[in-house]
């Protein structure tokens, strides 16, 4: 004789299943019908009046199946559903967006030609984006070498030493968090270029650009080094370890993936940002290998001038360098989750 499973009260059937697919099949042809058939246009009418449609049918349902309070529990569901494809109905259509018409500009030579010798507006198997790409990086590497250090040892100060005038500088940091990126274009070309005879160049824009990814790297590795146990600081000090040593050998290895996750955090705040450069690196559509002379172009610049420049062919060239950033930045989060994910313990 054999026992069967005894069906859970809270979860649905697949007669429950049936019903709920052909009630969704169903909201979606009355809302089409509805739709084309009055004055409405576009999709927002559409994916609310399916919204309307399907939460106010499972509801009816839910009722004459199981009572009052069951048809209450699926308005509720239904909302919560309805939230949650709100949310993630722009996202999906950003990035629909964005590959849809980024790849139309992306040919054979699009990341090993430059736009020196070929306007915005020229044929799109004609230029590049290779100039872009490689200030881009000259960009990056600088305001790792400048920030990483500063950021990692701001958070050990406030974190591990504790000193005179941590909760200021720790305000300092959280104000310097919120400063608009403009800013710190501004600060460095009234600073650093203007009557000064340095002009632009790639180095100004890794300076301005160190502005605004230091808070991001200082508040983040902050957190990760209070998720240090005490215990260890403590047994490494036990052991007579002096406390630079315990900080070096003990707390930062410990901290190790976090420390990376906020690197990476740093660098996606940075990656996209164009008002700081356009006060600092000048632009330029030709390559530049020298970050340190003369005018660079980064990708958000080449976006920018591709965006003003009006034409059909520019355009599509901006919507390509959006998306060629898009990747860079979601590859950025995907490693920052990796770094960050927690190991299970076999």
């Not at 500063?150 to 974190?159: E, F, K, R, V």
């Not at 632009?283 to 610049?301: Q, S, V, W």
């Not at 360098?321 to 190991?343: D, E, P, Q, W």
Request: positive net charge; charged residues 15%.
């Amino acid at each position: 004789m054999t026992i069967s499973t005894p069906i859970k009260p809270w979860r649905p059937t697949k007669r429950d299943y049936s019903f709920q697919i052909a009630i969704v099949i169903g909201s979606v042809i009355a809302a089409y019908l509805l739709v084309t058939n009055t004055g409405f246009e576009g999709r927002l009418p559409l994916v609310i009046f399916f919204g309307i449609f399907s939460v106010s049918a499972l509801a009816i349902l839910a009722g004459i199946r199981r009572g009052k309070e069951s048809a209450k529990d699926a308005i509720m569901a239904g909302v919560a559903y309805a939230g949650v494809f709100a949310l993630l109905l722009p996202v999906v259509s950003i990035l629909w967006t964005v590959i849809s018409r980024g790849t139309a500009a992306i040919y054979g030579g699009f990341f090993t030609t430059d736009m020196a010798q070929d306007p915005f507006s020229s044929p799109l198997d004609e230029g590049g984006i290779a100039h872009a790409l490689i200030g881009t990086l000259w960009l990056i590497v600088i305001a790792l070498i400048i920030s990483v250090p500063l950021g990692i040892l701001t958070a050990l100060y406030l974190t591990e030493i504790k000193g005179p005038g941590s909760a200021l500088i720790r305000f300092l940091v959280q104000a310097m968090s919120g400063i608009p990126s403009i800013v710190a274009g501004l600060f460095i070309y009234s600073a650093l270029i203007s009557g000064s005879g340095r002009g632009f160049s790639g180095f100004m824009g890794a300076l301005a650009l160190s502005i605004l990814m230091i808070p991001t790297v200082a508040r983040t590795a902050e957190e990760v080094l209070l998720l240090v146990p005490p215990d260890l600081r403590e047994a490494g000090l036990a052991l007579g370890a002096t406390q630079w040593k315990t900080v070096a050998l003990v707390v930062i290895p410990a901290a190790k993936s976090g420390l990376v996750t906020a690197v990476i955090l740093g660098v996606a705040r940075i990656a996209g940002e164009t008002a700081p450069l356009l006060f600092t690196t000048g632009g330029a559509d030709d390559t530049n290998l020298n970050p340190f002379d003369g005018n660079m172009g980064t990708i958000p610049f080449y976006i920018w001038k591709a965006l003003i420049d009006g034409s059909p062919e520019a355009a599509s060239r901006a919507w390509a360098g959006i998306f060629i950033l898009m990747v860079a930045v979601l590859a950025l989060f995907a490693l920052a989750r990796f770094f960050s994910r927690t190991k299970k313990v076999k």
